[in-house]
């Protein structure tokens, strides 16, 4: 007999294709997503070995990260590895949403707004923000180049059994607290690599009562706190935000998918190698201060004297004195976008906040939506004309500034209040200071000139 | 893949703590479509600075990194090790390192060690205090070893087995090319599939 599992185990044991005493399992890949960074030495690869794509029908592309998010000229090292990307989705019968096309966007963002992410699959993509798509209650994780070739030839790929991990957030979100203020504060508790060699399940009332895109926010950030995979079990949100699209089942399918989808969340008495418990309703809007993701505190607190030599590097990277105000922190730049906060709930909130107001005079505010398909949306709500009304440059889809690989960058020493998921050093452009803050923060910043929560405008 | 057995050479001593892969290759070095050649990109904005351990003449020639806890966090890409590789280092030692960096480098048979935080510092200390110490990995008998430090070190067999004998993951995996077939002939045909373009 079985024992109690939890949602990790089930979807592992479901795709293990062989099993042997002191391998690692050999797992079935449900939907392998591909970019155009990570995939052409992979490909590459395949051509030297005489080996061809396994399975095109469950593998789907885009261009995001290199992409420029305003028409104009690619430069012509970028434009090659997006026309590599193209000839070798073409050569292999690869489904490709390249630029220009209404299905373009951050991949992240594409596969759940095509319903390609669904309950209980295997994900992964050569990208460490696959997490997000555990969001649904999918195995989904970050691969590299070999791997991502490895998945390209087999649809498979040999891995150890990770740990299992429990987050349980309880209680009531305080007004203002959104999913980034949740998972900063998860990060500032259990560290950089807290969550290092297991997979994360996000548990508890404050995360069920979260939207599909607020947990994609939460499951995203996983890999800040050294998880692979962060998890949500599904449930009637999930199902409510499946229904209906493109690529999710329907009819009978649709019923036998939620018989089985129901089957998934973790069984009362399963245990977890670790445990950790959040109350929701002490947590506040965060701001990171220093170049790793952990480095945070709350919108209320001041910087915080050096604890060692680490946090005495950060500071001076970043330009920062202990004991200041982080109200009192002037950004120079505003970044709405990034695989972690750029859909349509999180250009809701920031343009509900800047409705009838203007970006601070002299700070550069840019909102880039996380596809085609959100922007259409955005525009069809009118929210394109609040943002441009407010001062923000409104762009075309992909990761632009939060990783410095495409013309969207900071210069030295500029400032940046990010909804972005990593603040290393240089990470938004070389000698770029990154801030790490939710949408609502990073709007109400856009306003005020300084960090600031929507209350704030109010007094 | 390169084959690991033995190394022996000097090494560079990089102390600190969560090197994120932004920092072992900055972004804008990644829009390549080359696999080698990433070994100029190493650092790539710490470097510039003519102090940086990397640029110090003692140093030239290491082979083996010595590393701060939680090395390689962040970012999944791989230049991040073929950087490290085509920089000449076949060996990063630390107390710990991110998953998915260690996996990669496993796939190219460049081996992360982990030791405690002592016998990292200890390593540390001696080789800044000589940057000629050599230290010695032996994957066979899973020890680390340097004038000031014997300590041995874990990695699970399969992976040992496979550094030692230079093996190919895929070719690992089409062994089990008939149980691939059989469990996609029972994937339930209501899951995704996207039409061939």
Same mark, same amino acid.
């Given at each position: 007999m079985i024992g109690p599992r939890t949602l990790a185990e089930k979807v592992w044991e479901r795709h293990v294709v062989h099993r042997a005493e002191g391998e690692p399992d050999l797992l079935y890949v449900d939907l392998h997503l591909v970019h155009e960074v990570t995939s052409p030495q992979a490909f590459e690869g395949l051509r030297l070995a005489g080996r061809a794509v396994r399975r095109p029908d469950l593998t789907v592309a885009t261009m995001d990260h290199n992409?420029?998010?305003?028409?104009?000229?690619?430069?012509?090292?970028?434009?090659?590895?997006?026309?590599?990307?193209?000839?070798?989705?073409?050569?292999?019968?690869?489904?490709?949403?390249?630029?220009?096309?209404?299905?373009?966007?951050?991949?992240?963002?594409?596969?759940?707004?095509?319903?390609?992410?669904?309950?209980?699959?295997?994900?992964?993509?050569?990208?460490?923000?696959?997490?997000?798509?555990?969001?649904?209650?999918? *195995?989904?994780?970050?691969?590299?180049?070999?791997?991502?070739?490895?998945?390209?030839?087999?649809?498979?790929?040999?891995?150890?059994?990770?740990?299992?991990?429990?987050?349980?957030?309880?209680?009531? *979100?305080?007004?203002?607290?959104?999913?980034?203020?949740?998972?900063?504060?998860?990060?500032?508790?259990?560290?950089?690599?807290?969550?290092?060699?297991?997979?994360?399940?996000?548990?508890?009332?404050?995360?069920?009562?979260?939207?599909?895109?607020?947990?994609?926010?939460?499951?995203?950030?996983?890999?800040?706190?050294?998880?692979?995979?962060?998890?949500?079990?599904?449930?009637?949100?999930?199902?409510?935000?499946?229904?209906?699209?493109?690529?999710?089942?329907?009819?009978?399918?649709?019923?036998?998918?939620?018989?089985?989808?129901?089957? *998934?969340?973790?069984d009362d008495g399963a245990m977890f190698d670790s445990e950790v418990e959040i109350d929701a309703s002490e947590l506040r809007p965060h701001v990171s201060w220093g170049t790793n993701p952990a480095q945070t505190v709350t919108i209320d607190d001041v910087v915080p004297a050096p604890a060692d030599e680490a946090s005495a590097r950060a500071l001076a990277y970043m330009d920062l004195r202990p004991g200041t105000a982080i109200r009192d922190i002037r950004p120079d730049t505003v970044f709405i976008g990034s695989c972690t906060n750029s859909r349509i709930e999180d250009l809701r909130e920031a343009a509900g906040v800047l409705d009838g107001h203007r970006v601070r005079e002299g700070l550069r505010a840019m909102v880039v939506p996380g596809s085609m398909l959100v922007k259409q949306q955005a525009e069809r709500e009118g929210l394109d004309r609040v943002f441009v009304a407010a001062g923000f440059e409104w762009r075309d889809a992909g990761c632009s500034m939060c990783l410095g690989m495409n013309p969207d960058q900071l210069t030295p020493g500029e400032r940046c209040a990010s909804t972005s998921n990593r603040n290393f050093e240089g990470r938004q452009g070389r000698g770029g200071r990154t801030h790490l803050v939710s949408p609502a923060v990073a709007a109400a910043t856009a306003i005020a000139g300084h960090f600031a929560t929507p209350e704030d405008l109010e007094r | 893949m390169r084959a690991f057995s033995v190394h022996t050479g000097r090494a560079l001593p990089l102390d600190r703590a969560n090197v994120d892969t932004d920092q072992i290759v900055p972004a804008e070095h990644l829009r390549r479509i080359e696999r080698s050649g990433y070994g100029p990109f190493l650092f790539g904005e710490w470097r510039k600075d003519p102090g940086f351990v990397l640029n110090r003449p003692e140093y030239e020639g290491a082979t083996i990194l010595l590393a701060g806890p939680n090395f390689g966090g962040g970012s999944s890409r791989e230049h991040a090790v073929w950087a490290l590789e085509d920089a000449g280092f076949r060996v990063v030692i630390g107390p710990s390192f991110a998953d998915i960096f260690r996996n990669n480098c496993f796939k190219i048979g460049l081996l992360p060690v982990e030791l405690p935080d002592e016998s990292v510092r200890a390593l540390m200390d001696a080789v800044m205090d000589d940057p000629a110490t050599e230290i010695t990995i032996d994957l066979n008998e899973l020890r680390v070893s340097a004038a000031v430090v014997h300590e041995s070190f874990e990695i699970d067999p399969y992976t040992r087995w496979r550094l030692l004998e230079g093996l190919d993951d895929i070719d690992l995996t089409l062994r089990y090319a008939d149980a691939i077939d059989a469990f996609e002939r029972v994937r339930a045909p209501r899951l995704p599939s996207i039409p061939r373009s």
């Open positions: 992409v420029p998010t305003v028409a104009g000229p690619v430069d012509p090292i970028s434009r090659t590895q997006m026309e590599t990307l193209a000839r070798n989705c073409a050569d292999a019968g690869i489904t490709l949403f390249p630029t220009g096309d209404l299905g373009q966007g951050i991949v992240h963002v594409i596969g759940p707004q095509m319903g390609l992410t669904q309950p209980g699959l295997v994900i992964v993509c050569g990208d460490s923000h696959t997490s997000t798509h555990g969001a649904f209650g999918a *195995l989904a994780f970050g691969i590299g180049t070999s791997e991502v070739e490895h998945v390209l030839a087999t649809q498979t790929l040999p891995q150890r059994t990770p740990k299992t991990m429990a987050v349980t957030v309880e209680g009531d *979100l305080p007004a203002g607290v959104s999913a980034k203020d949740v998972i900063l504060g998860i990060i500032a508790r259990i560290g950089t690599g807290g969550g290092a060699g297991h997979v994360i399940e996000y548990r508890g009332g404050a995360i069920r009562s979260l939207s599909m895109e607020g947990r994609m926010t939460i499951c995203n950030m996983s890999i800040e706190g050294g998880a692979r995979a962060g998890m949500v079990a599904p449930d009637e949100t999930t199902f409510a935000y499946l229904e209906g699209r493109p690529n999710a089942p329907s009819g009978a399918d649709w019923e036998e998918a939620l018989e089985d989808w129901r089957s *998934l969340p973790t | -």
